[in-house]
């Protein structure tokens, strides 16, 4: 298999954009990638206009920003962005985004703790998709505890730290929410009961709501 990275950098080059950093992020080369569920995420910044199209890579999903899209990149991305290992960064994109991401780390855990109560007391969006709006939480929590303790963390690492701090094993759990988050959001398939159940996906609800809570507590 062809390097997914490379192809499209070659493809930008022949094309006559300017790279200035290619890199892939996300889950990919990491022991929270799951074969034939997890899409390879790459991201690159060019100098210039943004193309119009781009070679077809199969399960590859492509994130082609500018120099001036760098100011508005969130915290999770920023956070890959800072642990990634780009093979071109001419513009030492990990040091200036590692100094711009300066939020207080206590505003985030609050924002992630109002956003679990919340999906916690909603009800209707419980019965048409926890799990869809629990993945993207459970990646702002991967992402704020990657910034505190300044290495990548991803599902695995941190069911395995509630596991320590409340005595509950949701890894599974975590590895299920994903893939159905995949199926349904990326490959388009209607069933997200099909890959976690409802009971699974409010047990993990309830239980990051305690993992945070103690975060902050310990902060």
């Given at each position: 298999m062809s390097d ?46 943004k193309p119009r ?45 590692g100094k711009k ?119």
């Amino acid at each position: 298999m062809s390097d997914p990275l490379r192809v499209l950098v070659e493809y930008l080059y022949e094309n006559g954009f300017s790279v200035l950093y290619a890199s892939y992020i996300g889950s990919y080369q990491t022991e929270d990638w799951i074969e034939n569920v997890s899409d390879i995420d790459i991201m690159v910044v060019i100098d210039g206009k943004k193309p119009r199209k781009l070679p077809r890579l199969d399960d590859v999903d492509v994130i082609v920003l500018t120099s001036k899209d760098l100011e508005n990149i969130d915290t999770v991305l920023a956070v890959d962005i800072i642990f990634s290992k780009p093979i071109i960064d001419t513009i030492n994109l990990r040091e200036i985004v590692g100094k711009k991401l300066n939020e207080d780390e206590l505003v985030l855990l609050n924002d992630v703790m109002r956003e679990l109560d919340e999906l916690s007391k909603n009800s209707p969006a419980l019965e048409l998709g926890c799990g869809i709006l629990l993945y993207p939480i459970i990646r702002k929590i991967c992402a704020i505890l990657s910034y505190l303790h300044n290495e990548k963390w991803g599902l695995r690492k941190l069911g395995k730290e509630i596991l320590q701090t409340v005595g509950a094993d949701i890894i599974e759990g975590l590895l299920k929410i994903k893939t159905a988050y995949n199926k349904v959001l990326k490959v388009g398939e209607k069933h997200f009961d099909d890959y976690v159940t409802r009971e699974e996906c409010l047990n993990t609800l309830e239980t990051l709501r305690k993992f945070v809570r103690i975060l902050r507590q310990n902060f």
